[in-house]
């Protein structure tokens, strides 16, 4: 199909926008808005789009030459009458559901105050402005999306100008960043779209606090905590430092009340500091297997609620699992005297650890020792600890920027581009580590180790949705592959550019002692890359999570901002069913009920294969999908394994042999429905909660049925709409 100018003679020369500007005509328009709505449905070979705008254009000048100036809407009508008088029912459909959903963001964007000079889905614009957005001190929202963008990319690439950059090559580098991110190819982490270009100005979401065996030292940790989380970052904390209950304090004549009792004081502190005034502060807390207190450690969040502002993981040593796989105890040392106190049978202690993730999800586990072989500067110190989600193991102080890219954004014609992909790896590289040099660090500690080590964590988003572009079931040897060839794609364009940076800028303080000294001659950072769960950054992507399958074709998100709940149905699946002719309203409301896809028998069985849902998926290929993906990754994974509610404790416990057995860092798993509140569900029952997934009603006044999208029903012939929830 063509796409290009019409050779009409066009005599309308305007057109009337919403807003009441006006603007010069631009036939193109038309044609590139039939060609999206043909091609959404499969119909883009079949139709002509530019012949189609040219017969919209002869309609506009029998009914506007000369007697005024046609409005968007009218227009638009007149597109979807040529449309249907042309027997292009499918594309009219797409076109007219196209329309009202604009016309409900319109709606949601007026209520809210809001300018959406991107056009973004509902979704992305709703969690914009409630987060990211700009307000001044009347909680007035100051900017618009691009703004927002344009802030970040100018704020970042005034890096450049540390390294003798002048004003027309920084300009240039903020051209680049401003459309790595319009895009969405690639979107750094929240602090750094919060706070880059503000008074603020602390851009990084990681940190790792040490937590010392004193008084002075533990308060010292709870007052940099309140800190970081007033700045938007998250905070990871090993206990494993702190004396067990019961010991004898000497100083004072006590006894010791032990970690957990000092992890309830961070939780406490955590409650009352709103980080940025955007979200709640979120915390990991780790104890060694081997610390005297690790029973009660283990089973310290079984009641819901308890320590709620804490991820919490065991860190798990080689000796430990030596001592599962014999059969035999392990010793337990006390921090303090560092001698043996006590043995405990791994077996009880593992059965444990596994029959409390099946209860609640937690703990999850990381294997401290297989960190540490991997930690880049062993010179520094050992790693204790990790962020919130697991992802980025820290020395103590130690900070970390993250980024990911959309690799969704990277398939044309069923194959990955790769120079494309190539490029948006070294301007991403470029772009984090000129976010160490823009931070503003809240601790003069973490800014000098920021500057040792210039750690930077480049990850990916959208692999689901990549992989079913492809056609490539998540859970098969081809989607393996998929991931290892990707993932060391990246890894080694990233280990590139952050050499060619550090010869360029000097390589990272520590570089000379680092093991990276044995293969590389200069090294600008001393870890390149993390793959992170990407929550609300996916959100404005309007792509699937981090390296996670999809989770449902269709389900509600809750609790990601204070509580609001955002309904979510999987855009591609929706496309690749109009163009395989069996999308229907009863399809995408038994999929909002939580029906298996592999239970209809109108949809193809490729379909089937490909669009495979988490709880799908069995625990051995989550973990084979988590390994590939780590084996490539200079620091974690960050990875939910998730069980349906019928998973057994057994199978709890061989996902995490096999995890370690595979060379992973860590594992986290949650089993469905295990806690009352969850991030993510299906299955939903209330139709106030999920509209899709009402009963089908007629039009009053057409009484034909009505359609459903994006959480709202409407009539495709006249227009009616029943109310929105999103609205």
């Not at 789009?49 to 002869?58: F, I």
């Not at 586990?365 to 600890?385: A, C, H, M």
């Not at 772009?431 to 040792?452: C, G, S, T, W």
């Not at 509580?563 to 309203?585: I, Q």
């Given at each position: 199909?063509?796409?290009?100018?019409?050779?009409?003679?066009?005599?309308?020369?305007?057109?009337?926008?919403?807003?009441?500007?006006?603007?010069?005509?631009?036939?193109?328009?038309?044609?590139?808005?039939?060609?999206?709505?043909?091609?959404?449905?499969?119909?883009?070979?079949?139709?002509?789009?530019?012949?189609?705008?040219?017969?919209?254009?002869?309609?506009?000048?029998?009914?506007?030459?000369?007697?005024?100036?046609?409005?968007?809407?009218?227009?638009?009508?007149?597109?979807?009458?040529?449309?249907?008088?042309?027997?292009?029912?499918?594309?009219?459909?797409?076109?007219?559901?196209?329309?009202?959903?604009?016309?409900?963001?319109?709606?949601?964007?007026?209520?809210?105050?809001?300018?959406?000079?991107?056009?973004?889905?509902?979704?992305?614009?709703?969690?914009?402005?409630?987060?990211?957005?700009?307000?001044?001190?009347?909680?007035?929202?100051?900017?618009?999306?691009?703004?927002?963008?344009?802030?970040?990319?100018?704020?970042?690439?005034?890096?450049?100008?540390?390294?003798?950059?002048?004003?027309?090559?920084?300009?240039?580098?903020?051209?680049?960043?401003?459309?790595?991110?319009?895009?969405?190819?690639?979107?750094?982490?929240?602090?750094?779209?919060?706070?880059?270009?503000?008074?603020?100005?602390?851009?990084?979401?990681?940190?790792?606090?040490?937590?010392?065996?004193?008084?002075?030292?533990?308060?010292?940790?709870?007052?940099?905590?309140?800190?970081?989380?007033?700045?938007?970052?998250?905070?990871?904390?090993?206990?494993?430092?702190?004396?067990?209950?019961?010991?004898?304090?000497?100083?004072?004549?006590?006894?010791?009340?032990?970690?957990?009792?000092?992890?309830?004081?961070?939780?406490?502190?955590?409650?009352?500091?709103?980080?940025?005034?955007?979200?709640?502060?979120?915390?990991?807390?780790?104890?060694?297997?081997?610390?005297?207190?690790?029973?009660?450690?283990?089973?310290?969040?079984?009641?819901?609620?308890?320590?709620?502002?804490?991820?919490i993981s065991v860190a798990i040593t080689d000796?430990?699992?030596?001592?599962?796989?014999?059969?035999?105890?392990?010793?337990?040392?006390?921090?303090?005297?560092?001698?043996?106190?006590?043995?405990?049978?791994?077996?009880?202690?593992?059965?444990m650890i596994t029959n409390m993730a099946w209860?609640?999800?937690?703990?999850?586990?990381?294997?401290?020792?297989?960190?540490?072989?991997?930690?880049?500067?062993?010179?520094?110190?050992?790693?204790?600890?990790?962020?919130?989600?697991?992802?980025?193991?820290?020395?103590?102080?130690?900070?970390?920027?993250?980024?990911?890219?959309?690799?969704?954004?990277?398939?044309?014609?069923?194959?990955?581009?790769?120079?494309?992909?190539?490029?948006?790896?070294?301007?991403?590289?470029?772009?984090?580590?000129?976010?160490?040099?823009?931070?503003?660090?809240?601790?003069?500690?973490?800014?000098?180790?920021?500057?040792?080590?210039?750690?930077?964590?480049?990850?990916?988003?959208?692999?689901?949705?990549?992989?079913?572009?492809?056609?490539?079931?998540?859970?098969?040897?081809?989607?393996?592959?998929?991931?290892?060839?990707?993932?060391?794609?990246?890894?080694?364009?990233?280990?590139?550019?952050?050499?060619?940076?550090?010869?360029?800028?000097?390589?990272?303080?520590?570089?000379?002692?680092?093991?990276?000294?044995?293969?590389?001659?200069?090294?600008?950072?001393?870890?390149?890359?993390?793959?992170?769960?990407?929550?609300?950054?996916?959100?404005?992507?309007?792509?699937?999570?981090?390296?996670?399958?999809?989770?449902?074709?269709?389900?509600?998100?809750?609790?990601?901002?204070?509580?609001?709940?955002?309904?979510?149905?999987?855009?591609?699946?929706?496309?690749?069913?109009?163009?395989?002719?069996?999308?229907?309203?009863?399809?995408?409301?038994?999929?909002?009920?939580?029906?298996?896809?592999?239970?209809?028998?109108?949809?193809?069985?490729?379909?089937?294969?490909?669009?495979?849902?988490?709880?799908?998926?069995?625990?051995?290929?989550?973990?084979?999908?988590?390994?590939?993906?780590?084996?490539?990754?200079?620091?974690?994974?960050?990875?939910?394994?998730?069980?349906?509610?019928?998973?057994?404790?057994?199978?709890?416990?061989?996902?995490?042999?096999?995890?370690?057995?595979?060379?992973?860092?860590?594992?986290?798993?949650?089993?469905?429905?295990?806690?009352?509140?969850?991030?993510?569900?299906?299955?939903?029952?209330?139709?106030?909660?999920?509209?899709?997934?009402?009963?089908?009603?007629?039009?009053?006044?057409?009484?034909?049925?009505?359609?459903?999208?994006?959480?709202?029903?409407?009539?495709?012939?006249?227009?009616?709409?029943?109310?929105?929830?999103?609205?």
């Amino acid at each position: 199909m063509s796409q290009g100018s019409s050779p009409l003679h066009i005599t309308v020369k305007e057109i009337q926008k919403r807003d009441g500007r006006v603007v010069p005509f631009d036939i193109s328009k038309i044609s590139s808005a039939i060609f999206k709505a043909a091609d959404f449905v499969g119909e883009s070979c079949n139709i002509n789009a530019d012949e189609l705008a040219t017969k919209v254009s002869v309609i506009l000048e029998e009914e506007f030459d000369g007697t005024g100036t046609p409005s968007v809407e009218e227009i638009q009508d007149i597109v979807e009458r040529v449309l249907i008088e042309d027997g292009c029912v499918k594309v009219a459909k797409e076109y007219i559901l196209y329309r009202e959903q604009r016309k409900r963001i319109r709606a949601t964007r007026a209520a809210l105050g809001l300018t959406d000079d991107l056009k973004l889905p509902l979704n992305s614009l709703t969690v914009l402005e409630k987060r990211y957005l700009q307000r001044n001190e009347n909680r007035e929202v100051l900017e618009t999306p691009r703004e927002l963008f344009q802030r970040v990319a100018h704020a970042v690439a005034l890096g450049d100008k540390k390294f003798g950059a002048g004003k027309k090559d920084i300009e240039k580098t903020e051209l680049e960043f401003f459309e790595l991110m319009t895009s969405f190819k690639f979107l750094p982490n929240s602090p750094t779209l919060m706070n880059a270009g503000t008074d603020l100005g602390q851009l990084s979401a990681c940190f790792v606090l040490p937590v010392d065996d004193s008084l002075e030292g533990i308060f010292d940790s709870i007052k940099y905590t309140a800190l970081i989380h007033q700045s938007g970052g998250g905070t990871g904390f090993s206990f494993s430092r702190l004396r067990p209950e019961g010991d004898v304090v000497r100083s004072s004549g006590g006894v010791a009340s032990g970690p957990i009792s000092f992890m309830s004081v961070f939780d406490a502190a955590t409650n009352v500091i709103k980080q940025g005034g955007r979200r709640r502060g979120a915390n990991m807390g780790i104890l060694r297997v081997d610390h005297p207190d690790i029973m009660n450690f283990i089973v310290c969040k079984q009641k819901e609620g308890t320590l709620a502002n804490f991820n919490i993981s065991v860190a798990i040593t080689d000796k430990f699992m030596k001592a599962l796989e014999d059969g035999t105890d392990y010793e337990l040392i006390n921090p303090h005297t560092k001698k043996v106190s006590g043995t405990l049978s791994a077996q009880t202690v593992f059965d444990m650890i596994t029959n409390m993730a099946w209860n609640n999800g937690e703990p999850g586990v990381i294997f401290i020792d297989s960190i540490n072989k991997r930690n880049p500067t062993p010179q520094l110190g050992e790693i204790e600890s990790t962020n919130p989600c697991g992802e980025q193991p820290l020395l103590p102080y130690e900070s970390c920027n993250l980024g990911s890219i959309n690799l969704g954004k990277f398939v044309k014609d069923k194959a990955i581009n790769w120079e494309d992909l190539d490029q948006t790896v070294r301007n991403a590289v470029h772009f984090l580590d000129n976010v160490i040099e823009q931070n503003k660090y809240p601790l003069l500690a973490i800014r000098d180790m920021a500057y040792k080590t210039r750690k930077i964590g480049l990850g990916v988003m959208g692999f689901a949705d990549m992989l079913v572009t492809l056609r490539i079931p998540y859970n098969s040897e081809s989607g393996v592959k998929m991931a290892k060839k990707l993932m060391s794609f990246i890894q080694e364009t990233a280990l590139e550019e952050s050499s060619r940076l550090g010869k360029e800028r000097g390589s990272f303080p520590a570089f000379a002692e680092s093991p990276l000294a044995k293969n590389w001659k200069h090294m600008r950072n001393a870890t390149v890359t993390t793959i992170a769960p990407t929550g609300t950054i996916g959100i404005i992507a309007n792509t699937s999570s981090g390296v996670e399958p999809l989770f449902a074709l269709a389900y509600v998100r809750s609790n990601v901002l204070d509580n609001d709940s955002l309904v979510e149905v999987n855009r591609t699946f929706e496309k690749m069913a109009k163009e395989n002719n069996f999308y229907n309203n009863d399809l995408i409301a038994a999929l909002a009920q939580g029906v298996s896809l592999a239970g209809m028998p109108d949809v193809p069985a490729w379909i089937k294969e490909v669009f495979v849902t988490s709880h799908q998926i069995t625990p051995e290929w989550h973990i084979r999908m988590q390994a590939a993906f780590q084996k490539f990754t200079d620091n974690a994974v960050s990875k939910t394994i998730n069980f349906p509610n019928s998973a057994t404790v057994e199978q709890v416990r061989e996902a995490y042999l096999t995890a370690y057995k595979l060379g992973c860092k860590g594992l986290t798993i949650y089993r469905d429905g295990s806690r009352d509140m969850q991030v993510l569900t299906v299955g939903v029952k209330q139709e106030s909660t999920f509209p899709l997934a009402s009963k089908i009603k007629e039009c009053p006044k057409c009484k034909v049925p009505l359609e459903s999208k994006e959480g709202c029903s409407f009539c495709p012939k006249c227009g009616y709409s029943d109310k929105c929830s999103l609205s």
